[in-house]
């Protein structure tokens, strides 16, 4: 059940039914404060139902030009960041491909494609044990 100031504002928005249409009109009566509420908010809804809002014919294309100024500046900023960042990733990749690199050769004693896979030391019995699971 709605309270009254709620079917008061509703009213001014979309039709009550009967049953909320006979509550607002008895809270009406029975309440001046609601009643000062609801000339309150005819007198602020005529004041604004007159409102004329001067319009400007170029508002949109002002609008349009500043999202792309933004848009390339943000782009701009991004290619930038990319590019500066490009050298320090690639010097981490380079570190972190020699170190892997390092970490087989120490573990395996050599470079040669199984040692660099991990499969040296498989045996088909190990195959057949991952198929089981």
């Known amino acids: 059940m709605k309270n009254n100031l709620e079917l008061l504002l509703y009213s001014f928005e979309g039709e009550l039914s009967q049953e909320e ?9 029975a309440s001046p404060e609601l009643r000062a509420e609801r000339d309150k908010l005819l007198k602020i809804r005529k004041l604004i139902g007159g409102l004329k809002i001067p319009e400007d014919p170029s508002f949109s ?11 390339s500046k943000t782009e701009t900023a991004f ?3 990319v590019v ?11 570190v972190i491909l020699l170190l892997a690199l390092s970490i087989v050769y120490l573990s395996q004693g050599n470079y040669s494609t199984d040692a660099l896979i991990g499969v040296d030391t498989f045996s088909l019995e190990d195959a057949y ?3 089981d699971y």
């Open 129 to 131: 044990s991952l198929i």
């Open 84 to 94: 500066s960042l490009f050298p320090r990733v690639a010097a981490a990749c380079i």
């Open 21 to 29: 249409q006979q509550q607002l009109k008895k809270a009406l009566s």
């Open 79 to 81: 290619s930038a960041t």
């Open 61 to 71: 294309d002002k609008v349009l030009q500043r999202l792309n100024n933004s848009s």
